[in-house]
Nanobody, 119 residues
Framework: QVQLVESGGGLVQAGGSLRLSCAASGNMFSIGLMGWYRQAPGKQRELVATITSGGSTNYVDSVKGRFTVSRDNAKNTVYLQMNSLKPEDTAVYYC?????????????WGQGTQVTVSS
């Protein structure tokens, strides 16, 4: 089984910064894509950013230039550095890890961490 533990959420004023972390542990042969989703109240969950095992990144347009996704493969950890935060970034943020357990990859989800940006 694979476990993901998120940390780093909290309350911040608009224009501030937060850094989210998500560490994966358990019986994994390898880890592929890692990423972050978010879900604001009354809205659908949306993809925020992804990073491949080779380091290629992808972002939703609304966070480009403000958020940076990175990973430490030795620690099985993915990060999301969030700068110039806006009230519309307020949401529960979930990390995802595509891990190979057995013969195939499966997506695992973190428990979610609340990010609240006050105006």
């Amino acid at each position: 089984q694979v476990q993901l533990v998120e940390s780093g959420g909290g309350l911040v004023q608009a224009g501030g910064s937060l850094r989210l972390s998500c560490a994966a542990s358990g019986n994994m042969f390898s880890i592929g894509l890692m990423g972050w989703y978010r879900q604001a109240p009354g809205k659908q969950r949306e993809l925020v950013a992804t990073i491949t095992s080779g380091g290629s990144t992808n972002y939703v347009d609304s966070v480009k230039g403000r958020f940076t996704v990175s990973r430490d493969n030795a620690k099985n950890t993915v990060y999301l550095q969030m700068n110039s935060l806006k009230p519309e970034d307020t949401a529960v943020y979930y990390c995802t890890v595509d891990a190979r357990v057995g013969a195939s990859f499966r997506r695992y989800w973190g428990q979610g961490t609340q990010v609240t940006v006050s105006s």
